[in-house]
Each structure stands twice: as structure tokens, then as C-alpha cells.
């Protein structure tokens, strides 16, 4: 199994794989990095029409490589996997 933002899916439907990404991305810093620093529902409108061209192309599965510290989303990568049908993979460690 493997977990995504949808919750665990069998490794056989994975398909064909991004496997490092990023659909939302802040430098601010650590300290200063928020979600009142974007506008999630902006972030959704801008970010969806790449998740269903790579969708047309094939692609089941994005591995979301943002880390906690540079604003990762689950919440947001939820949204758009449910609006999208791509599955999208979030890591959870912190570097």
C-alpha cells in the first residue's frame, strides 16, 4: 500500500509516476512560512489545469515534495487530487 492524500491505494495502481514535485513552494523561512502567506483557493485555480495535463498524458500519480517548512498543503493536495483523480503522494519528514 501506499499513502496518499485520498488515503492508501495498492502499489499496482500507481501507474506511470512524477516522482518529484512540487505544486506549492515558499522560501520565506521556517519561521515566517503560513498558510496566510497564499491564497489556497488562487493555488487550486492555478495548479489544477497542470495536474489534468499531466493527467492527459497518463500520469496517475505525482510524488508532492514539499516539506512542512516551504508550505506544504495536505489539505490543498487533497483538494486537488479529488478534483484532478491524480493521486498525490506528500511526504511527511522535515529536513
Excluded at 499513502?3 to 512524477?18: A, F, M, N, Y
Excluded at 521556517?30 to 495535463?53: I, K, N
Excluded at 483538494?79 to 506528500?90: C, K, M, P, Q, W
Aim: net charge negative; glycine share 8%.
Amino acid at each position: 500500500m501506499i499513502e496518499t492524500v485520498l488515503g492508501g491505494i495498492p502499489v499496482d495502481r500507481l501507474g506511470c509516476s512524477l516522482s518529484h514535485e512540487h505544486v506549492l513552494v515558499d522560501f520565506v523561512g521556517a519561521a515566517e512560512v503560513s498558510p496566510d502567506r497564499y491564497d489556497a483557493d488562487e493555488v487550486f485555480r492555478v495548479a489544477r489545469p497542470y495536474l489534468e495535463q499531466v493527467a492527459s498524458h497518463g500520469v496517475k500519480t505525482v510524488f508532492e515534495c514539499t516539506p512542512l517548512f516551504l508550505a506544504r498543503d495536505p489539505v490543498l493536495l487533497r483538494r486537488l487530487s479529488e478534483a484532478t483523480g491524480v493521486y498525490l503522494v506528500t511526504n511527511t519528514g522535515l529536513y
